[in-house]
């Protein structure tokens, strides 16, 4: 836990960091990243009413100071999955959702989204050095060293509780795919 909090905090300073020095790419990523879905911010949690998602649409909502990128997968884009890459996908009813806090692993840049590429390996792009991920978060191609952090969440009335741990969010640690470690694409 703490491991993951230092990991956190010195992703949230890198950010800050390539905000200020690398600019332009970050901050035009950040903007057409940054289309919310309803939600509600309180004692540190913020609740994000999926039920507005569009598939394969970016939303970016903010918590404790970061971006936190939701996508709602079509049946193509689940299908596209391995069976280990669907273990970061939150489930809820039928429907399968890629939820990560927003900031590449190498220093910190927003990645930006490109639903063409939902499906292959490009699907997010983080103009600040190149750095890949697939449509689960997880990094495909250098500098990016780990997938993008899945933040604690909870699943409650078909809401997400972004800052509280969930059973959902504890299987996921307990499989090891929340990105602290390395992960196959
Ligand atoms: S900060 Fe994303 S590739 Fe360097």
């Not at 913020?46 to 709602?72: C, M």
């Not at 899945?150 to 078909?158: C, L, R, S, T, V």
Request: proline content about 6%; overall charge positive.
């Amino acid at each position: 836990m703490s491991e993951s909090m230092n990991r956190r905090d010195a992703m949230g300073i890198a950010f800050g960091a390539c905000a200020a020095v690398g600019g332009v790419f970050a901050l035009a990523g950040m903007k057409k990243a940054w289309d919310p879905l309803p939600s509600v911010k309180a004692a540190g949690t913020t609740v994000v009413d999926i039920s507005k998602a569009e598939p394969n649409v970016l939303y970016t909502e903010k918590w404790r100071g970061k971006p936190i990128f939701i996508v709602k997968k079509t049946a193509e884009m689940v299908a596209a999955s391995s069976e280990d890459v669907k273990k970061r996908d939150v489930i809820i009813g039928s429907d399968h959702y890629m939820i990560c806090i927003g900031l590449c692993t190498h220093l910190g840049c927003i990645p930006s989204y490109d639903p063409k590429n939902a499906t292959n390996n490009e699907a997010f792009l983080c103009a600040c050095h190149g750095a890949t991920y697939n449509q689960s978060g997880i990094n495909t191609k250098a500098p990016a060293p780990l997938p993008m952090l899945i933040p604690e969440f909870k699943i409650a009335d078909g809401q997400i509780i972004i800052g509280e741990a969930g059973p959902e969010y504890e299987k996921m640690k307990a499989a090891g795919v929340l990105g602290a470690t390395p992960l196959k694409a």
